[in-house]
């Protein structure tokens, strides 16, 4: 299970302090609650997305973009029928169907979304996960809570990497029946790629056992490391960037 969320780069994300950067991730998804106007929302996730974009690549930024769509849709579509409050925009004889105070909820909810996805994702593409152990740990955090978060965002790349090459295999082997298929079919020739995909889950059940038991999951011995983030030299400027970055959009976005 080598798959990693890392993306190779040399942008200024990547010099920035780990111990900095989970603390301005903390603080951006903080903010997104905060009380700003909608206009101020979405230039923020546009800043923190182009500046994503100069270090990872926009690519990487698609990657992401495609993987939370789904949810960002089905969030869209049926957030406004949840609020009848408000001027009525659209209504069927007496039945106010969406109103402008359910769009608005719909569209702060939508940024709020890509904001906090994106801000969480980008913490982990700019940052290799043995630094993110060590800045788990420089917070006190125990390092069995540590060695769960990081290989989770470990394991969970690899199943879907997984998933995604038993899909490939498959459409590969059928490239002549694709064509002409209905919706329904084709949610049906799942079936065999999901299974696929549990089968390499289980199977990999081992190495993650031993993975466990190489990091010392569950011995009583404290945990020693030879590795550390000494080579960070400035951790009070990237500490008080990753603070005045959030006060300074505050600032900027209130409502």
């Not at 930024?61 to 949840?82: E, H, Y």
């Not at 740990?137 to 060695?147: I, N, Q, S, T, V």
């Not at 999901?194 to 466990?212: D, G, Q």
């Given at each position: 299970?080598t798959?990693?969320t890392?993306?190779a780069?040399?942008?200024?994300l990547?010099?920035?302090?780990p111990?900095?950067?989970?603390?301005?991730?903390l603080?951006l998804?903080v903010?997104f609650?905060?009380?700003v106007?909608?206009?101020?929302?979405?230039c923020?996730?546009?800043?923190i997305?182009f500046t994503g974009g100069?270090n990872?690549?926009?690519?990487?930024v698609w990657?992401?973009f495609r993987?939370?769509?789904p949810?960002?849709?089905?969030?869209v579509l049926?957030?406004p029928f949840n609020?009848?409050t408000?001027?009525?925009?659209f209504?069927?004889g007496?039945?106010?169907?969406?109103?402008e105070e359910?769009?608005?909820?719909?569209?702060r909810?939508a940024g709020?979304f890509?904001?906090i996805?994106?801000?969480?994702?980008?913490?982990f593409?700019?940052?290799?996960?043995?630094?993110?152990?060590l800045a788990?740990?420089?917070y006190?955090?125990p390092?069995?809570?540590?060695l769960v978060?990081?290989?989770?965002f470990?394991?969970?790349?690899?199943?879907?990497?997984?998933f995604?090459q038993i899909?490939?295999s498959?459409?590969l082997?059928?490239?002549d029946?694709?064509?002409g298929?209905?919706?329904?079919?084709?949610?049906?020739d799942?079936?065999?790629?999901?299974?696929s995909?549990l089968v390499?889950?289980l199977?990999s059940?081992?190495?993650l056992?031993?993975?466990l038991e190489?990091r010392?999951?569950?011995?009583?011995?404290?945990?020693?490391?030879y590795?550390?983030?000494?080579?960070?030299?400035h951790?009070f400027?990237h500490?008080l960037?990753?603070v005045?970055?959030?006060?300074?959009?505050w600032?900027l976005?209130?409502?």
């Amino acid at each position: 299970m080598t798959t990693s969320t890392f993306v190779a780069g040399k942008g200024w994300l990547y010099r920035f302090d780990p111990r900095a950067k989970i603390l301005l991730m903390l603080l951006l998804c903080v903010w997104f609650f905060l009380p700003v106007h909608l206009v101020g929302l979405y230039c923020a996730v546009a800043l923190i997305v182009f500046t994503g974009g100069l270090n990872t690549g926009f690519s990487h930024v698609w990657k992401i973009f495609r993987s939370i769509l789904p949810m960002l849709l089905f969030m869209v579509l049926f957030m406004p029928f949840n609020v009848r409050t408000g001027r009525p925009l659209f209504s069927v004889g007496s039945v106010t169907i969406v109103t402008e105070e359910g769009l608005m909820q719909a569209a702060r909810l939508a940024g709020r979304f890509i904001g906090i996805s994106y801000v969480c994702t980008l913490l982990f593409a700019t940052t290799i996960m043995n630094e993110v152990m060590l800045a788990l740990r420089w917070y006190r955090l125990p390092y069995k809570a540590g060695l769960v978060v990081t290989l989770a965002f470990t394991y969970i790349p690899f199943i879907a990497d997984s998933f995604s090459q038993i899909a490939e295999s498959h459409r590969l082997r059928e490239a002549d029946r694709e064509q002409g298929r209905k919706f329904l079919q084709r949610l049906k020739d799942l079936v065999p790629t999901l299974t696929s995909a549990l089968v390499v889950a289980l199977r990999s059940i081992p190495n993650l056992a031993m993975s466990l038991e190489m990091r010392g999951f569950g011995l009583q011995n404290r945990r020693s490391q030879y590795h550390n983030l000494g080579s960070y030299r400035h951790p009070f400027t990237h500490f008080l960037l990753s603070v005045i970055i959030p006060v300074v959009l505050w600032l900027l976005c209130k409502a």
